[in-house]
């Protein structure tokens, strides 16, 4: 059964750094792109950035430039470091697939930014 597990939120200042892990299990975990998701109050979850099986890495526009994505697959864990972060980036970040593969959404880490 595949889980993925993420930390590493919490409370932050405008401009303030925070990294995110997301572990893996049950799976082969070096065969998938993988992406970061957020979902803010009352918004839909959108895709924040991306990462294929060779390293390549795609962006959201709200976060390019603040964000980065990373892999080690060794470790089975997608990394995100954010950077600069803003109000409008609180919310729950997840991982999954890319694309998402439905049952594999876990809890979350809850990011929240604010003076």
């Known amino acids: 059964q595949v889980q993925l597990v993420e930390s590493g939120g919490g409370l932050v200042q405008p401009g303030g750094s925070l990294r995110l892990s997301c572990a893996a299990s049950?799976?082969?975990?070096?065969?998938?792109?993988m992406g970061w998701y957020r979902q803010a109050p009352g918004k839909q979850r959108e895709l924040v950035a991306r990462i294929n099986t060779g390293g390549s890495t795609n962006y959201a526009d709200s976060v390019k430039g603040r964000f980065t994505i990373s892999r080690d697959n060794a470790k089975n864990t997608v990394y995100l470091q954010m950077n600069s972060l803003k109000p409008g980036d609180t919310a729950v970040y997840y991982c999954?697939?890319?694309?998402?593969?439905?049952?594999?959404w876990g809890k979350g880490t809850l990011v929240t930014v604010s003076s």
């Open positions: 999954n697939t890319y694309p998402a593969t439905r049952s594999y």
């Open positions: 049950g799976t082969i975990f070096s065969i998938y792109a």
